[in-house]
Every structure is written in C-alpha cells, then in structure tokens.
C-alpha cells in the first residue's frame, strides 16, 4: 500500500510538468501554423487578384473583390483571419491606392501591382500555457495581368516577298527562279534555306539566301517538249524565324508568292 500511494504522490507531482509539456507543444504549433496560414492567404490572394481574364461573371479578376477575399479565407480558415486588406501601386516605393475594386487607378501594360495584406490573432486555447496573444500580419504583391497579348512563335516569320521567273536556252532549256525573303517587319532575311519543287519530274531545288535575302533556284535540262513549268516553294528554313506561307506575297503581282510558273522561250503557255 506504501508503494502504491508513493507512486500516485510521484505522479501527481509529475503531471502538471507533463501536461503543460504536450500543451506547450500543441500551442507553439498552433502558433506557427497561424503564422504560416497569414503568409500563404496573402499569397494566394495576391495570386488570384494579379491572375488574367475575369472571375467567371464578367468582373476582371483585380476587381473581383469578393473573391480576393475569399481566396485568402480559404486558405487561412483554421487561422482566424481578422481582416484583408487589398490596395494597388505601381511598383515598391510608390503611393498605393487603397479599397477595392481599384477605381480609377491605371491598369497598363502589365506595370500595376495589387497588394494583399491579411492579419490574424494569435490566443493561447489553454491558459496553463503563458503565451501573449500575437497578432499576425502578411503583406504580398503581385504585378497584374490585365492584357495577355498572344504571339507567334518564333517571333517575326519569314516569307517570300517576290518571286521573278526567267527561261533560256531552247533544246533543252534551263528555268531560273530568282525570289526575295522578307520578315513581317520588311526585313530581308539572311541565311535562309528555301526549298521548293518543280512541276516537272518531280525535280526539286534548294538555295540560301545572300545579305541582300534573295537566291535563285534553277532547273536545267527541260526537255524542248516541256512549254512551261511551274516552281512551288515548300519550305523555309531559318535558326531564328519560322516560314509563315499565308504571307507570302509578290511585288509585281506575276505569282502568288508561292509558285510561279515559267514559259520556255518563245511559248507563251503559262
């Protein structure tokens, strides 16, 4: 019995420590998950209100109000959020322009930010527990996204911008194609390879365009009973600028600016 009673003296003595032990552990990580809560419900606000295209009802996303908020409770609804505040500036160390939706504030080119701040309190559950209640507060900025402009890509194409046919000789005879490769910003383009196939034989011709962004491609040995034949260009292949057939033009108007046929001299069957 002496035994028995030793052991409950000891316990008793032990289980204040003991409790006060695991519910200091549960506190500090209730304290810290709040922490973490107000840091990621600013982000995720902060990402949603900065996000392109509009809320689902019309409303752009930066001005979707509600929705701002609602996303920063979403993620911080263990942590008690206290408040949301949303504001827009142009960038860290300019005047921000507080209240949502945003008003007159110029949203342009992608160069206005929104700024999230949430704050949540901190209050120990267990009194045993000699935490001060903690206030919490986060602050993020995004740039907003209001125009997402959509490119080709590879950024400025190429295309054929003339194409001039010449014939010589006549049994057999040879046909020359002499074509001009521009981008869509009325650059020539160097270093070009464009490919093309001729409507006789199956016969197919390539060259590289010069710093002037012309070459020629040429067929030689068309028998005397060919009257005509027709060059289509096929390809164009470039390190930096993709082919864009629907450009191609010709500045004379004698071709399509993909093929272009020639007549043997003398004939005039094209």
Aim: a negative charge; proline letters at 6%; aromatic letters at 6%.
């Amino acid at each position: 019995m002496k035994e028995k009673a030793q052991g409950l003296v000891e316990f008793s003595l032990v289980l204040p420590l003991l409790l006060m032990l695991i519910f200091g552990i549960i506190e500090f990580g209730r304290l810290l998950f709040v922490y973490a809560a107000v840091t990621t419900a600013s982000r995720e606000a902060a990402r949603y209100g900065s996000a392109g295209g509009d809320s689902g009802s019309g409303v752009l996303r930066y001005e979707d109000c509600p929705g701002i908020i609602a996303a920063a409770n979403r993620v911080g609804i263990l942590a008690n959020i206290a408040s949301v505040g949303i504001a827009y500036d142009s960038g860290p160390g300019t005047t921000p322009v507080f209240g949502c939706p945003p008003g007159s504030i110029e949203i342009e080119g992608g160069r206005t930010r929104i700024v999230v701040n949430v704050s949540a309190n901190y209050q120990p559950l267990v009194p045993l527990v000699n935490i001060d209640p903690l206030a919490f507060g986060s602050e993020s900025a995004r740039t907003i996204f209001s125009n997402i402009e959509v490119g080709r890509y590879p950024p400025n194409p190429a295309h054929i911008a003339d194409l001039e046919g010449s014939a010589s000789g006549s049994s057999p005879w040879d046909a020359s194609v002499l074509l001009l490769v521009m981008d869509e910003e009325g650059d020539v383009v160097e270093n070009a390879t464009v490919s093309g196939g001729w409507s006789w034989a199956n016969k197919s011709g390539s060259c590289m365009t010069t710093a002037s962004g012309t070459c020629t491609i040429t067929l030689t040995g068309i028998p005397n009973g060919q009257k005509s034949i027709t060059l289509t260009i096929t390809d164009i292949i470039h390190v930096e600028k993709a082919y864009d057939p629907i450009a191609n033009s010709d500045l004379d108007g004698d071709s399509n600016g993909t093929e272009i046929c020639i007549n043997k001299p003398g004939e005039n069957d094209c």
